[in-house]
């Protein structure tokens, strides 16, 4: 009688101590893979971005939608981003001119850790920055970014694709 017992209780041992080494992805802490923020310009216009590092095809894909354009990037060529201390930075053109004028946005994307199929809610900046250039020397001699901060609220999730 008492060897059953003493087998089954070490069974059971066995069993109880196998189940921390199943992983699970639900308790796994894993950076955001997708990321969507609203939020207001100057001009009180509504600004949409939708950014994912990466996709099915295995690219990242970013969203900007303002009241006059929705533009669509793909890919490392179009989405550029930079690891720095403050988080990470995604700039995308969104308007070139003849002149050799152009206009970046750039996303703020903070440091987060979340569990798969979770959201957080994450607050951020997007700037805008105006890039001035001019073919004439005595011109370039001034000051050739300018920037609007746009306050933004959105969520994060991981998505295994």
């Known amino acids: 009688m008492q ?14 101590a196998a189940i921390p080494v199943s992983q699970s992805h639900a308790l796994e802490e894993n950076t955001p893979d997708v990321y969507s923020f609203t ?17 099915f095809i295995g690219k990242p894909s970013f969203q900007y939608k303002d009241q006059k354009q929705t533009l669509n990037f793909e890919g490392e060529k179009q989405i550029r981003t930079v690891e720095t201390e403050i988080g990470t930075l995604v700039t995308v053109t969104i308007k070139q001119t003849l002149n050799g004028d152009y206009t970046t946005f750039s996303l703020l994307i903070p440091r987060v850790k979340i569990g798969l199929g979770e959201e957080v809610k994450v607050v951020t900046n997007g700037i805008t920055t105006l890039n001035r250039f001019s073919t004439i020397p005595q011109s370039n001699q001034q000051q050739k970014q300018f920037y609007t901060i746009i306050n933004l609220k ?8």
Request: charged share 10%.
């Open 3 to 16: 060897t059953r017992n003493l087998i089954a209780s070490f069974t059971l041992g066995i069993t109880l």
């Open 39 to 55: 939020g207001y310009n100057l001009n009180g216009e509504k600004v949409s971005i939708n950014y994912s590092t990466t996709s």
């Open 154 to 161: 959105g969520t994060a999730r991981f998505v295994v694709f």
